[in-house]
């Protein structure tokens, strides 16, 4: 079994900051990709930031940043200079070679992100 806990959501004035932390856990052989996902009220779930840094939402850039701790199996997101429409819940998602010797992707359960204007 592989589980992916997040936490670091909260509540948080504009203009403030934020750090979520996604762990993997579980029998894990390699993770090839980590990143993040958002749902806003009222809209689809969107692409926030990929591990690799190479894939930015282009609301974040500039704001937030990807980071990775493979000894960890760890992926944060450092979100500076909040908004309240980066107001979402937050989900990690990773493609994990797991005990099936597939790789195949999870999710967290996701973080709520509040900002108040």
């Known amino acids: 079994q592989v589980q992916l806990v997040e936490s670091g959501g909260g509540l948080v004035q504009a203009g403030g900051s934020l750090r979520l932390s996604c762990a993997a856990s579980?029998?894990?052989?390699?993770?090839?990709?980590m990143g993040w996902y958002r749902r806003a009220p009222g809209k689809q779930r969107e692409l926030v930031a990929t591990?690799?840094?190479?894939n930015y939402a282009d609301s974040v850039k500039g704001r937030f940043t990807v980071s990775r701790d493979n000894a960890k199996n760890t992926v944060y997101l450092q979100m500076n200079s909040l908004k309240p429409e980066d107001t979402a819940v937050y989900y990690c998602?990773?493609?994990?070679?797991?005990?099936?010797?597939?790789?195949?992707?999870?999710w967290g359960q996701g973080t709520q992100v509040t900002v108040s204007s």
């Open positions: 998602a990773a493609s994990i070679l797991d005990y099936t010797h597939r790789y195949r992707d999870y």
């Open positions: 579980g029998t894990i052989f390699s993770i090839e990709t």
């Open positions: 591990s690799d840094s190479t």
